[in-house]
């Protein structure tokens, strides 16, 4: 299983249907991870530790979707390096921001956002997407996909040689 991990108002889930936003949508309405209510986040721990680039949220096309507000609003993309200890608890977590964006529904559905440079050069294994609000749907919100960018540290070394 995917370790991606849900958590809302306390609980904390893996939950079966959470891989649709880690997996290409092929811009397919309803095909998406859905989340209770305009606000939440979501949690995705990585395959390995990289040094996050860009971040990309992808909603469903508006060529192919008549009604698009559940998609999410306003995002924040923290990250922190988790390593195999998994019993931290959240408020323990070293987290930095990452990102801080607002979803456009005007503009492509894949959009990317860079990380900001106060990150600098953290190395991450864990990420979490922090969505506000949503485009007006009061029921649930739909993250279609989410990607992270970077690299994994050794090939910065070996660039560098």
Not at 65 to 89: E, F, H, L, M
Not at 103 to 108: F, S
Not at 121 to 141: A, K, P, Q, Y
Request: glycine fraction near 6%.
């Amino acid at each position: 299983m995917v370790g991606l991990l849900f958590r809302k108002i306390g609980l904390s889930m893996v939950y079966r249907d959470s891989e649709k936003m880690l997996k290409p949508s092929f811009g397919e309405p309803d095909q998406c991870f859905p989340l209770k209510g305009d606000s939440g986040f979501v949690e995705i721990r990585l395959r390995t530790t990289i040094i996050p680039e860009a971040i990309t949220l992808e909603h469903v096309d508006k060529a192919v979707a008549y009604d698009r507000s559940s998609a999410p609003k306003n995002c924040r993309v923290y990250g922190w390096r988790q390593g195999y200890d998994t019993d931290i608890a959240v408020e323990t977590r070293n987290m930095f921001l990452l990102a801080e964006f607002s979803y456009d529904l005007e503009k492509n559905n894949a959009q990317t956002f860079n990380v900001l440079d106060l990150a600098g050069s953290g190395l991450v294994d864990t990420i979490r997407l922090d969505f506000t609000s949503n485009h007006g749907n009061t029921n649930h919100t739909c993250i279609y996909r989410l990607r992270v960018h970077g690299h994994e540290p050794t090939s910065v070394l070996t660039t560098q040689s």
